[in-house]
Structures are given as structure tokens and as C-alpha cells.
């Protein structure tokens, strides 16, 4: 039996560690358009896993608290991404 729970401590662990280094990554002068959109297709896969994790929290009858944290996770990816995606916008500029 799959552990979601596990799962979802993991991720939200992973996703508290991304949302630290991620804005750092961003804002180093040296980063190049290539390596944001390497992150930027990471972020996004994440972003889809943790809505898939989601979707099994609640199919698997799971409490709202733990569906809450797993939405708070696919948003945190999101957001991610979509810093990556506007600063991969103004490289272009």
C-alpha cells in the first residue's frame, strides 16, 4: 500500500527547500536563458506530481487538513514556476 502521507511529508519538504533556492537561483546574474528553462520545465513537472499526489489524497478519502497541505504544495510549485517563467520573459527582452 502506498504511503501518501509519507509522500506528501516528503514533497512538502522538498517544496519548502525549492522555495528557498529557487529565488536565489533566479536572481544570480550569472544564470543563462537555458538553465531557467531547464527549472522552469522542473517546476513545472513538480507542480503536475503534486496536483496528481492531490488528486490520490482524495480519491483515497484523506482528511481536508492533508488535502489542504497537498494543495498548498501544488500552488507552491506553481508560483515557482511561474517566477521562473517571468524571469525567463525578461531574459528574451
Known amino acids: 500500500m502506498t504511503d ?6 516528503e514533497q512538502t519538504a522538498n517544496g519548502d527547500q525549492m522555495g ?3 529565488p536565489k537561483m533566479l536572481a544570480n546574474p550569472d544564470i543563462d536563458e537555458a538553465q531557467v528553462k531547464t527549472l522552469f520545465s522542473a517546476l513545472e513537472q513538480q507542480a503536475d506530481f503534486a496536483e496528481k499526489l492531490r488528486l490520490a ?3 483515497f478519502g484523506h482528511d481536508f487538513p492533508v488535502i489542504k497541505a497537498a494543495e ?7 508560483d515557482l514556476a511561474a517566477s521562473a517563467a517571468e524571469k525567463l520573459k525578461a531574459m528574451r527582452k
Open 72 to 78: 498548498r504544495l501544488e500552488e507552491r510549485y506553481a
Open 57 to 59: 489524497l482524495e480519491k
Open 20 to 22: 528557498r533556492e529557487v
Open 4 to 9: 501518501w502521507i509519507g509522500i506528501l511529508k
